[in-house]
């Protein structure tokens, strides 16, 4: 496992320094409403589940599948809703929880729709960001730290299904996806 490792970019310490601070932030921003935070499963559910337990506003959550990567390190440009929310949106304040946000297209995409179910209002935070890599402008309005382009695995983010339960970020090594 360890071997499969590059490089620790966001170590436990930091992770749960930087979502102490998001959460700090969305409760102030978010005082006297109900927020509906939605987690875009799989890769943000370990972020998701630390983050909203930072956040001291009644909220409730809903989860989300869009499709992903597959078993390649690559994003096919082409974004499906592979597991759609059980509750309604319409008049809630939704706050979309991404794991990271490489080329902009899966966060666009889940505003565009989302808005189209009439909200409140609809803000993203996401714990990773990759901008170098963007292709689409997208508001993040909750980001935990910028990172270079790499493709990284642990803290739900996975490689083929496999890595999600590193409790750090890492650059996954090359010689992992190129065997
Ligand atoms: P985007 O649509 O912004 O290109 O990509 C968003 C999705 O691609 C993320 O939610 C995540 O599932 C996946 N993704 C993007 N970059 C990485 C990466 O470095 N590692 C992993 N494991 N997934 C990534």
Redesign the pocket.
Known sequence: MEKDVKEVLVSETNIKKLVAQLGQRITSDYEGKEIMVIC?LK?AVMFCADLIREIKVPLKLDFMAVS??GESTE?SGA?QILKDLDSSVEGRHLLIV??????????RYLISILNARGPASIKTCAFLD?PE?RKVDVKIDYSGIEIPD????GYG???AEDYRHLPYVAVLSSEVYEK
């Open positions: 875009i890769g992903s990567y994003s974004v991404e794991d990271i946000v490489d080329t902009g297209l899966t966060l990759k890599r790499a493709f990284v695995i983010l996975d490689y």
